[in-house]
């Protein structure tokens, strides 16, 4: 089974949380606060693997947790961090954001890395917190939480060579005339429901992989019939072979090259620039032979090279190898990355205050995250959150906006009542 499209959930793991312990030795009076910190969370990470050609794994595992850090110790001992959560994915995956849509990494290479979730840090113990008017702080941090998303994992083949036309063409019968491929034939359409793939020896010590693209239709490029399921493997190749089925008993040659080459200009304009050979399909048929004139001199007087050939019989299979590698040896081998969006660093807004009814949400990454790592539990960390949030300005704040005593504010997963 061929699955190029995935949406994962992805966690990283949480940091440990930091102790609270003070120093018991003999001889040692007072000997201080010693509670050390905690190991970060795991991250989670895409690598590619280049043995791997499809996304189905991702279909019988949604859901991605890295481990959480290990808690700190007494006597200033450190929690173990969580080792990173790997996730092997194929060259050509496209990883996107399920929420926003954007593009967030283009794994080609074998090896590339992606830090889809970063794990959170560690949280401080309590000897971090010793200061010359806090001589022996009794509370500690908890380990930060992991980030956690959805996204959308796209794969796109990376192929030299893509076969493209209507369905019932011809394509898979050239492919495996072509190479060691063994594609489903048969004769209606949309036989091919997935991409195939093969090696083509050319008999001078170089080969190029082909790629076998489910029949397009119009209105391909809006989703129609497989649409966007497969387009989008045709913008990794660097050549396009254009079967035309040149019997024209289903419709006239010319009229479905001009169709199928509207329907890839539409989904992309990148498309149209690629060099194509046309592979005229079906010269075994007398149809075929008294249709190939019309077609060669139109097509080749707007540039394209057409070369007549038969699936069927296997005529025309050496010289339609020879000018693809004879093409390829010209197209440098570059595949084109989809464009990333590059985060700059950017200064974090402090908190953001909105008013919903009676109830007063704050959000924002840094005071989300210092009510996350407080032990609420504790009068003594609740009390330094207070101090930290009037220092901040949030205290200024919510006064500017009305609130009052036993009003309510939500900070992420936490409800508060309000006191001055």
Do not use: C
Request: proline share 5%.
């Amino acid at each position: 089974m061929f699955i190029d499209r995935a949406k994962i959930y992805v966690k990283g793991g949480d940091g440990g949380n930091g102790v609270v312990a003070f120093r018991r030795e003999k001889y040692v009076p007072r000997g201080g606060p010693s509670g050390g910190d905690g190991g970060k969370g795991a991250d989670v990470v895409l690598v590619v693997d280049s043995s791997l050609s499809t996304l189905i794994d991702f279909k019988y595992k949604v859901h991605y947790k890295g481990k959480r850090g290990e808690h700190g110790q007494g006597s200033n001992r450190f929690g173990r961090s969580a080792e990173d959560l790997v996730i092997k994915v194929p060259p050509g995956t496209v990883v996107k954001d399920a929420e926003s849509g954007e593009i967030l990494a283009d794994l080609v290479e074998d090896g590339d890395r992606f830090v889809a979730a970063k794990g959170g840090r560690g949280g401080r113990g309590n000897a971090r917190f010793v200061s010359s008017v806090h001589r022996a702080p009794d509370f500690a941090e908890k380990g930060e939480p992991g980030e956690e998303r959805w996204i959308i994992l796209e794969l796109k083949l990376i192929a030299d060579v893509g076969l493209i036309g209507f369905p019932n063409a011809g394509k898979s019968t050239l492919l495996s005339r072509m190479t060691a491929a063994r594609p489903k034939i048969a004769d209606y359409p949309f036989t091919t429901l997935s991409p195939n793939l093969g090696v083509v020896e050319t008999g001078h010590g170089s080969s190029f992989v082909l790629a076998d693209i489910p029949g397009l239709i119009e209105g391909a490029h809006e989703g129609q019939g497989l649409g966007h399921e497969f387009l989008r493997h045709i913008e990794r190749t660097r050549l396009l072979v254009h079967v035309l089925d040149m019997s024209g008993l289903e419709r006239d040659p010319l009229e479905a090259f001009f169709a199928i080459n509207d329907e890839l200009v539409k989904y992309s304009d990148k498309l149209l620039d690629k060099p194509q050979i046309v592979a005229a399909n079906k010269m075994d048929l007398p149809e075929a032979r008294e249709n190939y004139p019309r077609v060669k001199e139109t097509l080749e007087s707007a540039g394209y090279d057409v070369i007549p050939v038969s699936g069927a019989t296997g005529e025309g299979m050496k010289e339609l190898k020879n000018r693809i590698s004879e093409a390829l040896s010209k197209i440098p081998k570059t595949i084109a990355i989809e464009q990333v969006k590059q985060y700059g660093i950017e200064e974090e807004e402090p908190f953001k205050i909105e008013k919903r009814g009676d109830i007063y949400y704050i959000s924002g990454k840094r005071v989300e995250r210092m009510v996350a790592m407080t032990d609420l539990d504790n009068d003594s960390a609740v009390k330094r959150l207070q101090l930290s949030f009037k220092r901040m300005g949030i205290d200024d704040a919510l006064k500017e906006q009305g609130i009052n005593p036993g009003d309510t504010v939500v900070i992420g997963d936490f409800e508060f009542y309000y006191v001055e």
